[in-house]
């Protein structure tokens, strides 16, 4: 369910839906959350709010790509640990 908030006037639902319609065409890679309308005349100013999205570290480890090290064997943990790690210094 996606909330839309219409301050200084009043949209019938099928308008409201085609706002949202509209923020899913304009950003297909979000997902929307919630619209606030407000209105003012024939103007309309609008505020999206998105859902996060959760992602996954992918780390560069020992030449792989990995999110974590759980699936290493014990030989690829080892070079892991023996690798020098480069920190910056403040």
């Known amino acids: 369910m996606i909330d839309v908030k219409v301050t200084g006037g009043e949209l019938s639902s099928s308008e409201m ?3 949202v319609r ?3 065409e304009i950003h297909p890679d979000k997902i ?3 619209i606030d309308i407000a209105l003012d005349g ?3 100013d609008l ?3 998105w859902k996060t999205v959760p992602f996954e570290r992918i780390r560069r480890i020992t030449g792989y790509l990995v999110g974590t ?3 290493f064997n ?5 070079e892991e640990a023996d690798r020098v790690k ?3 210094k403040n």
């Not at 014990?74 to 080892?78: I, P, T």
């Open 32 to 34: 929307i959350s919630g």
């Open 86 to 88: 480069h920190s910056l």
């Open 47 to 49: 505020t999206y709010h």
């Open 17 to 19: 839906d085609a706002y």
């Open 74 to 78: 014990d030989g690829k943990r080892a």
């Open 69 to 71: 090290l759980d699936r």
């Open 22 to 24: 509209r923020a899913c």
């Open 42 to 44: 024939d103007f309309a």
